[in-house]
């Protein structure tokens, strides 16, 4: 799933994360620091409990993001807790 959205959107350039619903599955989409899009999977069902492709990719997300996303309810534990490690810092 992962793969099919990274390869279907390579070639567009996000400006800001995006949410794509893949099969019943919600996908977030973020702008990598290498200038790259990296898809993360926001409600595993299986090991690994954190996927995203491409997997080798860093990135930030603005802290609203990832509060609004807890509060909805609409990504697992593990997820929430990697999300929060690529918080944006103030003064970034």
Same mark, same amino acid.
């Given at each position: 799933?992962?793969?099919?959205?990274?390869?279907?959107?390579?070639?567009?350039? %996000?400006?800001?994360?995006?949410?794509?619903?893949?099969?019943?599955?919600?996908?977030?989409?973020?702008?990598?620091?290498?200038?790259?899009?990296?898809?993360? %999977?926001?409600?595993?069902?299986?090991?690994?409990?954190?996927?995203?492709?491409?997997?080798?990719?860093?990135?930030? &997300?603005?802290?609203?993001?990832?509060?609004?996303?807890?509060?909805?309810?609409? &990504?697992?534990?593990?997820?929430?807790?990697?999300?929060?490690?690529?918080?944006?810092? &103030?003064?970034?």
């Amino acid at each position: 799933m992962l793969q099919g959205i990274e390869f279907g959107e390579r070639n567009s350039v %996000l400006s800001e994360p995006v949410i794509r619903t893949v099969d019943g599955h919600e996908v977030l989409g973020v702008r990598g620091d290498a200038g790259q899009n990296i898809w993360i %999977l926001l409600k595993p069902e299986a090991p690994p409990f954190y996927k995203q492709m491409p997997p080798e990719g860093t990135y930030e &997300l603005p802290a609203v993001w990832v509060a609004e996303l807890g509060r909805e309810h609409r &990504l697992s534990y593990t997820v929430a807790s990697v999300l929060r490690a690529h918080v944006r810092s &103030l003064g970034r």
